[in-house]
């Protein structure tokens, strides 16, 4: 089982990046995944997530309207549209699998609910 980030880069404000999510040892749509960031000195918080049933999702309140998660079944992968970036945002971005929990139609972005994450994939916004 495997998730390998991708897609992280410097940015100006207002400006847009995707991230990728490449899951490989599992069905991306049997699980919830879900993607998390974690800015220097701070902790890590839930960004996004997608319900392995029905693909519902979640958003925090400071990236909606702004960030889309979106799953490629046919890919096994999960992307992150980040639009209308802020510095705010600047930090290491994870993608996590729910493994142990299959076929839900919600999701979560408790860290502890997730067991199975990527290396995680870099982005700077800049002012």
């Known amino acids: 089982v495997q998730l390998v980030e991708s897609g992280g880069g410097l940015v100006q404000a207002g400006g847009s990046l995707t991230l990728s999510c490449a899951a490989s040892g599992f069905a991306v749509d049997d699980h919830a995944i879900g993607w998390f960031r974690q800015a220097p000195g701070k902790e890590r918080e839930g960004v996004s997530c997608?319900?392995?049933?029905?693909?519902?999702?979640y958003y925090r309140d400071s990236v909606k309207g702004r960030f889309t998660i979106v799953r490629d079944n046919a890919e096994n992968t999960v992307y992150l549209h980040m639009n209308s970036l802020k510095p705010e945002d600047t930090a290491v971005y994870h993608c996590?699998?729910?493994?142990?929990?299959?076929?839900?139609?919600?999701?979560?972005?408790?860290?502890?609910?997730?067991?199975?994450w990527g290396q995680g994939t870099q982005v700077t916004v800049s002012s």
């Open positions: 996590a699998a729910e493994l142990a929990v299959q076929f839900s139609s919600t999701c979560t972005v408790d860290i502890y609910a997730y067991d199975n």
């Open positions: 997608v319900s392995s049933h029905h693909g519902n999702t």
